[in-house]
Protein backbone atom coordinates (compact mmCIF):
# COMPACT_ATOMS: atom_id res chain seq x y z
CA UNK A 1 0.00 0.00 0.00
CA UNK A 2 1.28 3.45 -0.66
CA UNK A 3 1.01 6.48 1.38
CA UNK A 4 0.45 10.89 -0.02
CA UNK A 5 1.88 12.96 1.85
CA UNK A 6 1.06 16.40 1.05
CA UNK A 7 3.86 19.01 1.20
CA UNK A 8 2.39 21.70 2.74
CA UNK A 9 3.48 21.87 6.33
CA UNK A 10 7.17 22.88 6.60
CA UNK A 11 9.20 20.25 8.72
CA UNK A 12 10.86 21.28 11.58
CA UNK A 13 13.09 18.20 12.42
CA UNK A 14 14.62 17.01 9.44
CA UNK A 15 17.62 19.07 8.96
CA UNK A 16 18.34 19.98 4.92
CA UNK A 17 20.88 17.14 4.82
CA UNK A 18 18.97 14.89 5.81
CA UNK A 19 16.02 16.03 4.11
CA UNK A 20 18.55 16.15 0.71
CA UNK A 21 20.09 12.56 1.88
CA UNK A 22 16.47 10.70 1.34
CA UNK A 23 15.80 12.47 -1.79
CA UNK A 24 18.88 11.81 -3.46
CA UNK A 25 18.42 7.78 -2.00
CA UNK A 26 15.26 7.50 -3.51
CA UNK A 27 16.21 8.29 -6.90
CA UNK A 28 19.33 6.30 -6.51
CA UNK A 29 18.22 3.31 -5.21
CA UNK A 30 14.10 3.15 -5.68
CA UNK A 31 12.82 4.32 -8.47
CA UNK A 32 14.84 2.52 -11.35
CA UNK A 33 18.04 0.49 -11.25
CA UNK A 34 21.27 -1.32 -13.04
CA UNK A 35 22.23 0.87 -15.94
CA UNK A 36 18.76 1.88 -17.22
CA UNK A 37 19.83 4.77 -18.98
CA UNK A 38 16.10 6.44 -17.09
CA UNK A 39 17.89 6.24 -14.15
CA UNK A 40 20.99 7.76 -15.27
CA UNK A 41 18.91 10.79 -16.80
CA UNK A 42 16.65 11.34 -13.01
CA UNK A 43 20.35 11.46 -11.43
CA UNK A 44 21.88 13.73 -13.68
CA UNK A 45 19.03 16.20 -13.33
CA UNK A 46 18.69 15.66 -9.48
CA UNK A 47 22.69 16.40 -8.69
CA UNK A 48 22.93 18.87 -10.90
CA UNK A 49 20.29 20.68 -9.85
CA UNK A 50 22.12 20.04 -5.96
CA UNK A 51 24.98 21.15 -7.47
CA UNK A 52 24.59 24.24 -9.51
CA UNK A 53 22.18 25.94 -6.54
CA UNK A 54 25.47 25.58 -3.82
CA UNK A 55 23.53 23.09 -1.87
CA UNK A 56 26.01 22.27 1.20
CA UNK A 57 25.57 18.23 1.68
CA UNK A 58 26.79 16.10 4.48
CA UNK A 59 29.17 13.42 3.31
CA UNK A 60 26.79 10.40 3.95
CA UNK A 61 24.05 11.97 1.46
CA UNK A 62 26.08 10.87 -1.44
CA UNK A 63 26.65 7.26 -0.17
CA UNK A 64 24.19 5.82 -2.31
CA UNK A 65 26.04 7.21 -5.16
CA UNK A 66 29.47 5.64 -4.27
CA UNK A 67 28.94 2.35 -6.22
CA UNK A 68 28.12 4.20 -9.63
CA UNK A 69 31.13 6.34 -8.71
CA UNK A 70 33.73 3.04 -8.36
CA UNK A 71 32.42 1.57 -11.21
CA UNK A 72 31.97 4.94 -12.97
CA UNK A 73 35.14 4.23 -15.62
CA UNK A 74 34.00 0.78 -16.73
CA UNK A 75 30.35 2.32 -17.65
CA UNK A 76 31.73 5.19 -19.45
CA UNK A 77 34.34 2.60 -21.51
CA UNK A 78 31.16 0.27 -22.55
CA UNK A 79 28.52 2.94 -22.72
CA UNK A 80 30.11 5.68 -24.70
CA UNK A 81 27.11 6.78 -25.91
CA UNK A 82 25.89 8.00 -22.53
CA UNK A 83 28.69 9.68 -22.20
CA UNK A 84 27.10 13.06 -20.91
CA UNK A 85 24.94 11.68 -18.33
CA UNK A 86 27.48 9.88 -17.15
CA UNK A 87 30.34 13.00 -16.91
CA UNK A 88 27.37 14.90 -15.53
CA UNK A 89 26.95 12.82 -12.77
CA UNK A 90 30.27 11.83 -12.00
CA UNK A 91 31.55 15.76 -12.03
CA UNK A 92 28.60 16.34 -9.66
CA UNK A 93 29.13 13.92 -7.50
CA UNK A 94 32.55 15.34 -6.90
CA UNK A 95 32.11 18.97 -6.96
CA UNK A 96 29.50 17.79 -3.91
CA UNK A 97 31.90 16.48 -2.40
CA UNK A 98 32.65 12.73 -3.40
CA UNK A 99 36.50 12.11 -2.75
CA UNK A 100 37.82 11.16 -5.69
CA UNK A 101 39.01 12.73 -9.13
CA UNK A 102 37.98 10.55 -11.52
CA UNK A 103 36.08 13.16 -13.62
CA UNK A 104 39.03 14.77 -15.08
CA UNK A 105 40.54 11.46 -16.42
CA UNK A 106 36.92 10.89 -17.70
CA UNK A 107 36.93 14.35 -19.58
CA UNK A 108 40.21 13.89 -20.76
CA UNK A 109 39.29 10.58 -22.93
CA UNK A 110 36.11 11.32 -23.69
CA UNK A 111 37.36 14.75 -25.51
CA UNK A 112 40.42 12.40 -26.67
CA UNK A 113 38.06 9.58 -28.24
CA UNK A 114 35.85 12.44 -29.85
CA UNK A 115 32.47 11.79 -28.08
CA UNK A 116 31.42 15.16 -28.58
CA UNK A 117 31.84 15.21 -32.72
CA UNK A 118 29.16 12.34 -32.98
CA UNK A 119 26.61 14.94 -31.67
CA UNK A 120 23.78 15.81 -34.33
CA UNK A 121 22.85 19.01 -32.65
CA UNK A 122 24.28 22.24 -31.98
CA UNK A 123 22.77 21.98 -28.48
CA UNK A 124 24.33 18.48 -27.50
CA UNK A 125 27.06 20.05 -28.78
CA UNK A 126 27.07 22.88 -26.83
CA UNK A 127 26.30 20.47 -23.37
CA UNK A 128 29.37 18.52 -24.01
CA UNK A 129 31.75 21.82 -24.32
CA UNK A 130 29.93 23.14 -21.19
CA UNK A 131 30.54 19.86 -19.35
CA UNK A 132 34.30 19.00 -20.29
CA UNK A 133 35.39 22.55 -19.93
CA UNK A 134 34.87 22.04 -16.35
CA UNK A 135 37.81 19.73 -16.26
CA UNK A 136 39.98 22.39 -18.71
CA UNK A 137 38.81 20.33 -22.04
CA UNK A 138 37.53 21.83 -24.61
CA UNK A 139 36.07 18.90 -27.44
CA UNK A 140 34.84 21.23 -30.06
CA UNK A 141 38.08 23.34 -30.42
CA UNK A 142 37.92 23.72 -34.23
CA UNK A 143 34.31 24.64 -34.07
CA UNK A 144 34.59 28.31 -33.21
CA UNK A 145 30.81 29.26 -35.10
CA UNK A 146 29.26 26.68 -32.39
CA UNK A 147 28.40 29.69 -30.03
CA UNK A 148 27.34 32.49 -32.85
CA UNK A 149 24.58 29.76 -34.11
CA UNK A 150 23.08 29.22 -30.52
CA UNK A 151 22.69 33.24 -30.29
CA UNK A 152 21.23 33.18 -33.73
CA UNK A 153 18.59 30.53 -32.65
CA UNK A 154 17.73 32.75 -29.44
CA UNK A 155 17.46 35.78 -31.41
CA UNK A 156 14.69 34.37 -33.33
CA UNK A 157 11.93 34.96 -31.57
CA UNK A 158 8.87 34.74 -34.28
CA UNK A 159 10.36 30.82 -33.17
CA UNK A 160 8.76 31.38 -30.03
CA UNK A 161 5.74 33.17 -30.04
CA UNK A 162 3.98 29.39 -31.39
CA UNK A 163 3.76 26.56 -29.46
CA UNK A 164 7.31 24.60 -29.95
CA UNK A 165 7.94 23.35 -26.42
CA UNK A 166 10.92 21.33 -27.58
CA UNK A 167 12.21 24.61 -29.47
CA UNK A 168 11.45 26.42 -26.02
CA UNK A 169 13.06 23.83 -24.12
CA UNK A 170 16.48 24.18 -26.06
CA UNK A 171 16.11 27.87 -25.32
CA UNK A 172 16.35 27.33 -21.93
CA UNK A 173 18.81 25.06 -22.28
CA UNK A 174 21.10 27.04 -24.10
CA UNK A 175 21.34 29.80 -21.43
CA UNK A 176 21.89 27.59 -18.88
CA UNK A 177 24.96 26.00 -20.94
CA UNK A 178 26.21 29.58 -22.08
CA UNK A 179 25.78 30.71 -18.34
CA UNK A 180 26.98 27.58 -17.05
CA UNK A 181 24.59 27.47 -14.72
CA UNK A 182 24.51 30.88 -13.36
CA UNK A 183 28.45 31.23 -13.00
CA UNK A 184 28.57 33.84 -15.85
CA UNK A 185 26.32 35.82 -18.05
CA UNK A 186 25.82 34.72 -21.34
CA UNK A 187 25.54 37.97 -22.81
CA UNK A 188 21.78 37.44 -24.12
CA UNK A 189 20.78 40.55 -26.64
CA UNK A 190 17.17 41.95 -26.13
CA UNK A 191 16.13 39.62 -28.60
CA UNK A 192 17.13 36.55 -26.87
CA UNK A 193 15.68 38.17 -23.93
CA UNK A 194 12.02 38.32 -25.98
CA UNK A 195 12.63 34.78 -26.92
CA UNK A 196 12.56 34.13 -23.47
CA UNK A 197 9.77 35.99 -22.22
CA UNK A 198 7.84 34.99 -25.38
CA UNK A 199 8.50 31.09 -24.17
CA UNK A 200 7.17 32.12 -20.79
CA UNK A 201 4.11 33.69 -21.82
CA UNK A 202 3.48 30.31 -23.93
CA UNK A 203 3.86 28.28 -20.89
CA UNK A 204 1.92 30.13 -18.60
CA UNK A 205 -1.06 29.95 -21.06
CA UNK A 206 -0.54 26.38 -21.05
CA UNK A 207 -0.17 25.98 -16.85
CA UNK A 208 2.85 24.24 -17.55
CA UNK A 209 4.84 24.68 -14.72
CA UNK A 210 7.54 22.67 -15.96
CA UNK A 211 8.70 24.26 -18.83
CA UNK A 212 7.55 28.31 -16.90
CA UNK A 213 10.31 27.04 -14.47
CA UNK A 214 13.40 26.70 -16.38
CA UNK A 215 12.58 30.28 -18.16
CA UNK A 216 12.57 31.58 -15.07
CA UNK A 217 15.91 30.21 -14.03
CA UNK A 218 16.77 31.15 -17.56
CA UNK A 219 16.09 34.71 -16.83
CA UNK A 220 17.80 34.73 -13.85
CA UNK A 221 20.67 33.29 -15.29
CA UNK A 222 20.70 36.51 -18.05
CA UNK A 223 20.25 38.66 -15.19
CA UNK A 224 17.31 39.58 -15.58
CA UNK A 225 13.66 39.04 -12.91
CA UNK A 226 11.23 36.96 -13.89
CA UNK A 227 6.91 38.07 -13.85
CA UNK A 228 6.02 38.14 -10.01
CA UNK A 229 3.18 36.42 -11.41
CA UNK A 230 4.97 33.61 -12.58
CA UNK A 231 7.31 32.84 -9.71
CA UNK A 232 4.45 33.27 -7.76
CA UNK A 233 2.94 30.72 -9.14
CA UNK A 234 5.30 28.31 -9.73
CA UNK A 235 6.06 28.64 -5.28
CA UNK A 236 2.49 27.73 -4.85
CA UNK A 237 2.68 25.02 -7.23
CA UNK A 238 5.79 23.45 -5.73
CA UNK A 239 4.28 23.72 -2.34
CA UNK A 240 1.52 21.84 -3.57
CA UNK A 241 3.16 18.96 -4.94
CA UNK A 242 2.26 14.99 -2.89
CA UNK A 243 4.39 12.58 -2.62
CA UNK A 244 3.59 9.42 -2.78
CA UNK A 245 5.21 6.60 -0.78
CA UNK A 246 6.01 3.17 -0.61
CA UNK A 247 5.75 -0.12 -2.82
CA UNK A 248 2.90 1.54 -5.27
CA UNK A 249 4.77 4.30 -6.05
CA UNK A 250 5.50 4.44 -9.94
CA UNK A 251 8.54 6.49 -11.50
CA UNK A 252 6.23 7.27 -13.77
CA UNK A 253 5.31 10.67 -12.21
CA UNK A 254 5.60 14.77 -12.27
CA UNK A 255 9.27 14.14 -10.83
CA UNK A 256 11.16 16.53 -13.00
CA UNK A 257 8.88 19.46 -12.91
CA UNK A 258 9.04 18.80 -8.93
CA UNK A 259 12.81 19.39 -9.77
CA UNK A 260 12.72 22.47 -11.80
CA UNK A 261 10.39 23.94 -9.83
CA UNK A 262 12.87 23.94 -6.49
CA UNK A 263 15.27 25.18 -8.80
CA UNK A 264 13.51 28.01 -10.02
CA UNK A 265 12.08 28.57 -6.23
CA UNK A 266 15.98 28.54 -5.06
CA UNK A 267 17.12 31.00 -7.93
CA UNK A 268 14.59 33.37 -6.73
CA UNK A 269 15.52 33.04 -3.53
CA UNK A 270 13.88 30.59 -1.55
CA UNK A 271 14.72 26.82 -0.28
CA UNK A 272 14.19 24.42 -2.51
CA UNK A 273 13.77 20.89 -1.40
CA UNK A 274 12.35 21.97 1.99
CA UNK A 275 9.83 19.76 2.77
CA UNK A 276 10.09 16.50 4.60
CA UNK A 277 11.49 13.39 2.91
CA UNK A 278 10.35 9.63 3.42
CA UNK A 279 12.99 6.90 3.07
CA UNK A 280 12.84 4.75 0.14
CA UNK A 281 10.48 4.75 -3.46
CA UNK A 282 8.91 8.03 -3.37
CA UNK A 283 6.72 9.38 -6.54
CA UNK A 284 5.65 12.97 -6.98
CA UNK A 285 2.76 14.20 -8.15
CA UNK A 286 2.10 18.12 -9.15
CA UNK A 287 -1.17 19.95 -8.52
CA UNK A 288 -3.60 20.10 -11.24
CA UNK A 289 -5.95 22.71 -10.62
CA UNK A 290 -8.26 25.23 -13.46
CA UNK A 291 -8.26 25.57 -16.75
CA UNK A 292 -5.30 26.33 -19.50
CA UNK A 293 -6.64 29.01 -22.05
CA UNK A 294 -3.89 28.18 -24.52
CA UNK A 295 -5.74 25.65 -26.71
CA UNK A 296 -9.05 27.74 -26.28
CA UNK A 297 -7.41 30.77 -27.30
CA UNK A 298 -5.81 28.98 -30.46
CA UNK A 299 -9.39 27.57 -31.27
CA UNK A 300 -10.89 30.74 -30.96
CA UNK A 301 -8.43 32.20 -33.10
CA UNK A 302 -8.53 29.94 -35.93
CA UNK A 303 -12.30 30.08 -36.24
CA UNK A 304 -12.13 33.77 -36.26
CA UNK A 305 -10.18 33.43 -39.90
CA UNK A 306 -10.61 36.54 -42.08
CA UNK A 307 -11.94 38.45 -38.80
CA UNK A 308 -8.28 37.68 -36.78
CA UNK A 309 -6.08 40.70 -36.10
CA UNK A 310 -2.69 40.60 -34.34
CA UNK A 311 -3.90 43.67 -32.54
CA UNK A 312 -4.03 42.51 -29.01
CA UNK A 313 -6.09 45.86 -28.43
CA UNK A 314 -8.82 45.47 -31.16
CA UNK A 315 -8.94 41.36 -30.39
CA UNK A 316 -8.95 41.55 -26.43
CA UNK A 317 -12.67 41.83 -25.90
CA UNK A 318 -13.48 39.55 -28.47
CA UNK A 319 -11.05 36.39 -27.91
CA UNK A 320 -11.54 37.06 -23.65
CA UNK A 321 -15.19 36.94 -24.12
CA UNK A 322 -14.74 33.39 -25.49
CA UNK A 323 -12.71 31.83 -22.97
CA UNK A 324 -14.70 30.04 -19.69
CA UNK A 325 -14.36 32.20 -16.42
CA UNK A 326 -10.91 30.39 -15.12
CA UNK A 327 -9.44 30.58 -18.69
CA UNK A 328 -9.97 34.06 -18.90
CA UNK A 329 -8.06 34.82 -16.08
CA UNK A 330 -5.16 33.10 -16.68
CA UNK A 331 -5.11 34.60 -19.91
CA UNK A 332 -5.85 38.33 -18.17
CA UNK A 333 -2.56 37.50 -15.86
CA UNK A 334 -0.54 36.70 -19.13
CA UNK A 335 -1.32 40.24 -20.24
CA UNK A 336 0.18 41.62 -17.10
CA UNK A 337 2.98 39.48 -16.45
CA UNK A 338 4.54 40.78 -18.72
CA UNK A 339 5.08 44.57 -20.88
CA UNK A 340 6.09 41.99 -24.20
CA UNK A 341 2.28 40.66 -24.31
CA UNK A 342 1.16 42.78 -27.37
CA UNK A 343 4.09 42.04 -29.41
CA UNK A 344 3.69 38.52 -28.60
CA UNK A 345 0.11 38.36 -29.36
CA UNK A 346 0.39 39.77 -32.58
CA UNK A 347 2.80 36.90 -34.03
CA UNK A 348 0.61 34.12 -32.25
CA UNK A 349 -2.67 35.57 -34.13
CA UNK A 350 -0.64 34.39 -37.43
CA UNK A 351 -2.05 36.75 -39.45
CA UNK A 352 1.30 37.12 -41.61
CA UNK A 353 0.55 34.15 -44.14
CA UNK A 354 -2.70 35.35 -45.73
CA UNK A 355 -1.10 36.31 -49.17
CA UNK A 356 0.10 32.10 -49.80
CA UNK A 357 -1.84 30.93 -53.27
CA UNK A 358 -3.83 28.07 -53.01
Known sequence: ????????????????????????????????????????????????????????????????????????????????????????????????????????????????????????????????????????????????????????????????????????????????????????????????????????????LEQNADLLAEVCVALRYAGRVPSPIWEDWIAGTTSRFAVETGPGASPNDDYHEYFVSNWALACAGGTPFARPMAEGAMAFHAPREGRAPLRQLSDCLFRLDDRRSGDWGAMRELVAGALEEDSHDVLIAAEQSTDKFDAFFAGFARTGLRGIAS
Open 1 to 204: MSNVIRLNVPSRRQAEGARLGALLDGFASHRRFGDDVFWLKENAELLNILECTGRDLPEAALDSHRGFYDRVVQRIEFFPQYYRFLLSICLDLEDLGMDGTKGEALVDWAAREGLAEAEMSDLQRAEARRLMARRGADPLKDDTGLTERLHRFMERSATFQLPNKKAAYELTHIVFYLSRYGRQDPQLSEEAVTSLEYAGILAW
